[in-house]
């Protein structure tokens, strides 16, 4: 049974800043700590970036994939693999709805 699990509802965050506020947010769990993200879309834009940043540092998991509510766990494991380079992780961020972001187009 997961005991820190901290609620992030997307839905409030204005969208030119969700991607930040998302990373700024798991960067300040612990290990073991969990996010739990709720978004009114599939996040799959986000999804990725989040891999290349973190790699197998952030275990990501669907809690619920129902159309309009997405339920997603995001535990931080820091015994895992090394997050990606640091060139890598400068390319991850949306930079506030840049480069295509699918949260920050209105979708």
């Known amino acids: 049974m997961v005991e820190h699990v901290h609620v992030f509802d997307a839905r409030g965050v204005a969208?030119?800043?969700?991607?930040?506020?998302?990373?700024?947010?798991?960067?300040?769990?612990?290990?073991?700590?969990?996010?739990?993200?709720?978004?009114?879309?599939?996040?799959?834009?986000?999804?990725?970036?989040?891999?290349?940043?973190?790699?197998?540092?952030?275990?990501?998991?669907?809690?619920?994939?129902?159309?309009?509510?997405?339920?997603i766990d995001f535990t931080i494991c820091l015994g895992a693999g090394a997050a990606a380079p640091a060139d890598e992780v400068a390319q991850g961020g949306c930079g506030g709805g840049g480069g295509g972001c699918g949260c920050s187009s209105g979708l």
């Open 15 to 71: 969208k030119r800043l969700r991607h930040a506020a998302i990373f700024g947010a798991l960067e300040s769990l612990g290990d073991g700590e969990v996010m739990r993200f709720v978004n009114d879309h599939d996040p799959l834009p986000l999804l990725s970036q989040l891999r290349q940043r973190y790699g197998e540092q952030v275990s990501i998991a669907y809690v619920s994939r129902d159309s309009g509510d997405i339920v």
